[in-house]
């Protein structure tokens, strides 16, 4: 959920949110993840490329190829069970040091390679509401952006849905906050206790990554 500081056009801004809407929509009817994941790859490349609400500089754009993902990995791609927690307040960290209000309502509890983990849900404050849940791992600062990445922002419809009952948590659909490609965005940053100390190689790269790790062909 990052705000720009500089002006935009509420429709522009309104044609996004359309769009990221609608690919979540087909990426949970699609009964292929790693064809929902491409499809994911190719819609974000072309709002980044040609949106007038890219997070890129325009200087960015004009070099702009593709962004960089590790290949997709099926074995992170995991079902959680979202765990009621005491309603507590939350205020989150942002790239740009104001906070951003929200409610610790549950905890996602899953496994990874064989071992338990938890990342806590938070709930945006406000009117409608929305799911977010960023995260921090090992590769952090190396090969992925060092502040972490975003796995579901459901006010901005970035929602993998559920599946029996449980959240789908698939994190190579992992994707970078607005502000790792332009300070001029504010974007809330995972707080310490969602950092996993395993590394999760899958989602999007640090951008650019060419000295970090080839891109993953599509």
Known sequence: MPI??????????????????????????????????????????GLVRDHPCSPL??????????????????????LATAVPADNADARIGTSTGEPYRFTRFAHAEFEL????????????????????????????????????????DTVKGSDLGEQNGRLVLDFNFAYNPSCSYDPAWTCPLPPPENRLDLPIEAGELAYPAADVIPAASP
Do not use: C, M
């Open 4 to 45: 720009q500081t500089t002006s935009i056009s509420e429709l522009d801004l309104l044609g996004w949110k359309r769009t990221i809407f609608e690919l979540y929509a087909a990426i949970r009817a699609d009964d292929s993840p790693e064809s929902a994941w491409l499809r994911w790859r190719d819609t974000r490349d």
């Open 57 to 78: 500089t325009p200087t960015q754009r004009g070099s702009f190829r593709a962004l960089p993902y590790y290949p997709y990995d099926p074995a992170l791609r995991v």
């Open 113 to 152: 390679y064989g071992n338990p983990q938890r990342l806590a849900l938070y709930w945006l404050t406000g009117y409608g509401g929305g799911i977010f849940l960023p995260f921090a791992d090992a590769t952090n600062g190396a090969a992925t952006y060092g502040a972490g990445r975003y796995l579901l």
